[in-house]
Structure formats: C-alpha cells, structure tokens
C-alpha cells in the first residue's frame, strides 16, 4: 500500500472512526444513565416506559434502525439528518438499550442499607442516588461498560454502508484501487485491534480511579496500580469498612455524620 493511500484514505478513515465511537458512546451514555436509572424509579410507569425502551431498542438491529433514520425518517418528518449523525443516533440508541441493564444491575447490587442510611439522613431521592448509590454503583459498572464500548466501536464498521469514510470503508477503497485484499484487511484488524487496546487501558484507568474514590485500593503489584502509584490510607484517616466501601458521609462530603452502621442502627433523623 503506497504512502498516499494511507494518508488520503487510511488515516482520515481512522479519525472518522474515533469520532464516530466518542459521539456514539456520549450519546448511549446519557441514554443508559436516563433509562437505567429510571427501571428503578419509584413510580411503575416510569418503570413501565423505561423498561418498554429497553426492550424495543435490545430487539432492534442497529444496522436496519440506522437505514430507518436515513432513509425513512426524512419521509416521515421531512428533515434529513446527515449520514454521520444518523449513525451515530442509531448506534447510540442502540448501545445505550444495553447500557440502560448494566446500570439498572449496578443500582440494585447497592447494599440496601445504604439506601436505609440515605432515608435516615432525610436525603432526598435524588441526593441519594448522587450522593449514595451512584458513587458505589459506578466503579461495578465500568467493566462491563468497557465491553460494550468495545463492541461499539467495532460495531462502527456498520456505517460504511451509509457510504461514510471510516476505516473499514477506506479499506474496501484501497482493495479496489490495488487489489491486495490480504495485506489491506489484515492492516485492518491491527487498526480496530490498537483502537479497542487503547480503549481497554483507559476504562481501566479510569476504573481504578473510581475505585479510589470510594476507598477501594488495587492490591500491589496487580494490574496498573503499581504505574498509577496509588497510596492505601493511613491510620489518621480513618479505618475503611469490612467491604471496603465509604460510609454515606464519606461519599457525600457530609462532616459530624456517624457512618451508616450508627446511621441505621442509632436511628438517625427522617
């Protein structure tokens, strides 16, 4: 493959790629957050809708949902959206259907005292869910999050045949111009394969981190911690619990709060 091949086709294709993965993936995000968070709403209709989106959007093929948007939509509302952002609204859609469940289990695999020490300190639903659950649930929803971002970035090889220029596009137009089907596809795997590499070492940063947050330190030697230099807590900072989660005080930044055991148990203030 000739260097102009790689730069006029081959490197703009990678870029459009990444783009096409960080618009996705802000997109299903926001929707798997909205959703997820709603399933455990107090309310049964706003269970019923939230439940009702899940499963209508786990049922669709992204790539049939993507040539609706493309080409039915503009029939129906007579606007047209540019084939970039039709992929990138139906990979979203999509994706964030399966992100909804991850974060639905996360949510429900909070101890229920946390929830009870929430009510104890008359916290609000939402202060409860920003300020207990969420902060606990997070760092249980990365790994599986990782996954899915994995598979969405691979899953944007789809877009190619709305005719955009990713890198599996860019690789058929280099097959056709020089005909080397093996060494242009095979520099293709190595692509996707650096791309989710790069992705993978990320989420794992950025799950220790969360981890961190709430007092959960990686073993020595294991993983990335020795490279992030992590530090456990010392004796004046304060013991951590038996299962290595902060009290409700120590997530919310809340002082003169006994911990959630002597929240629960001391029968705090509702």
């Known amino acids: 493959m000739t260097a102009g091949l790689w730069e006029h086709w081959v490197l703009p294709g990678i870029w459009i790629t990444i783009q096409l993965t960080l618009y996705s993936a802000a997109l299903a995000t926001v929707v798997a957050f909205a959703v997820g968070m709603a399933r455990t709403h107090r ?4 269970r ?4 009702f989106y899940t499963e209508v959007f786990r049922g669709m093929s992204a790539l049939i949902l993507m040539f609706w948007i493309f080409f039915v939509l503009p029939q129906l509302a007579g606007w047209a959206l540019v084939p970039m952002w039709a992929a990138v609204l139906a990979l979203g859609l999509s994706y964030g259907a399966y992100g909804a469940e991850i974060v639905r289990g996360a949510l429900n695999a909070v101890a229920p005292a946390q929830r009870e020490a929430g009510v104890a300190l ?18 249980e929803m990365i790994p599986s999050f990782c996954n899915l971002l994995v598979e969405l970035l691979k899953g944007t090889a789809l ?9 599996s596009f860019a690789a058929y ?22 791309l989710a590499f790069l992705l993978t070492r990320g989420m794992k940063v950025l799950e220790r981190k969360a981890k961190a947050g709430i007092g ?13 230099r992590f530090r456990r807590p010392s004796a004046k900072s304060g013991e951590l619990s038996s299962t290595g989660v902060t009290d409700v005080a ?20 509702r």
Request: aromatic share 10%.
């Open 216 to 228: 959960q330190f990686p073993e020595p030697g294991q993983g990335l911690g020795p490279w992030l």
């Open 173 to 194: 137009l280099v097959r056709l111009a020089t005909t080397e089907s093996a060494q242009i596809y095979s520099i293709t795997l190595v692509i996707y394969f650096v």
């Open 250 to 269: 120590g997530v919310s930044g809340i002082t003169g709060v006994s911990g959630i055991t002597g929240a629960t148990g001391g029968g705090g203030a």
């Open 43 to 46: 309310l049964r209709v706003v």
């Open 159 to 167: 877009v190619s045949l709305l005719g955009i220029g990713d890198v």
């Open 122 to 139: 008359s916290f609000t639903p939402w202060q409860r869910m920003r300020l207990v659950l969420l902060p606990q649930a997070v760092p």
């Open 48 to 51: 019923f809708f939230a439940a």
